[in-house]
């Protein structure tokens, strides 16, 4: 049985069910880290101060730039938050092997550039990339890392 005030609760929140891909205006954006843009099922705040929840499918991931259609028909876009990462430049790709190949050993997120890698940001796997010879910065950026094998690749087609 539910309590009259979660019942107000529930039909006075926008509740965003899908992920759509044509180029209609958004009335508003909701800026989300990667932690949050990897689960389907949350409550979130618009970047308006909104709240709404996310009803998506299992295993959808949020990209920069996706948008999201809303029972009622709103839409609202995707944005990447700027998060702490570890950035590592490789001028050589057999130096962007070796890089992404300790880094994966280890399960680290990785985001994967021509001449550059990105993981979150950990002190621990900071001095493990700099034992190997590389530097490591530490930047505050969007983080779009690789869905990885399982994972919806969206926006991360590789030719």
């Known amino acids: 049985m539910l309590c009259v005030g979660m019942r107000n609760f529930s039909t006075a929140m926008l509740k965003f069910t899908r992920k759509i891909e044509d180029s209609a205006t958004a009335a508003a954006t909701l800026t989300l880290p990667w932690s949050q843009r990897t ?7 618009l970047d308006n101060g909104e709240e709404a929840g996310l009803f998506l499918d299992r295993g959808v991931i949020l990209r920069d730039g996706d ?3 809303a029972e009622n028909s709103s839409i609202i876009q995707i944005r990447a938050a700027a998060e702490t990462v570890s950035t590592v430049c490789c001028p050589t790709s057999l130096q962007l092997a070796r890089v992404c190949y300790h880094l994966g050993n280890r399960h680290v997120d990785l985001e994967i550039s021509e001449q550059q890698v990105r993981y979150p940001h950990d002190h621990v796997i900071d001095d493990m990339i700099q034992a190997l010879g590389f530097t490591v910065v530490i930047e505050q950026v969007p983080f779009e890392p690789e869905a990885g094998a399982y994972g919806t690749a969206h926006g991360h087609h590789h030719g």
């Open 67 to 69: 948008r999201l259609m």
């Open 39 to 45: 689960k389907s099922r949350q409550r979130v705040r």
